[in-house]
């Protein structure tokens, strides 16, 4: 099985960090995986994206143009890969950065106000780990082999030296994500 998906949204907001953490669970499960970045020389406050891919088996290409999961942190990304998001795929949408709803019915859309909510938790900036927490929640059937305690993990394995106190607000963020799916 293979699971491609794309996140994107501007330099600053995580979009590469999320990745990386998808591309790591997916290492630490035994898995095939490929993380592509791609951003703008503006870095913060441009645009950036990334690629993951996720598979049981060797993995021919890095490049994503039809992703199984698409999550979008911006106006111009929902603009960008809404419409590229595979029949039957998953859009995760930061609602608090994009007034833009999906008028497709072949996909499952997913609007969470993930900037926001942060922002009201007291762990701004983590709205990047709040949508990977819903996505782990709400994808099972596409990341088998991802849950709530391999992010955790991967979390701890990248975060590092001066930046392990974001450790429990990335722990916050990722079960405000998740317990989110259940209501």
Known sequence: ???KIILSGFGGQGIL????NLALCGMNSGCEISWLPS???EMRGGTANCSVCISDDPIGSPLVTVP???????????D???PVVASGGHLFVDSSMTDRVSARNDIHCHYIAASETAEKNGISGMANIIILGRMIAECKELLPWITVDTVKGAVKGLVSGNKEKLIT???TA???GAIGAAS
Not at 17 to 20: H, I, L, P, S, W
């Open 68 to 78: 199984d999961i698409a999550v979008v942190m911006n106006t111009p990304s929902f």
């Open 1 to 3: 099985m293979l699971t």
């Open 174 to 176: 990722l079960s405000i």
């Open 169 to 171: 607000q990335n722990m």
């Open 17 to 20: 960090f999320a990745g990386k």
């Open 39 to 41: 951003y703008g020389p």
């Open 80 to 82: 960008r890969f809404e």
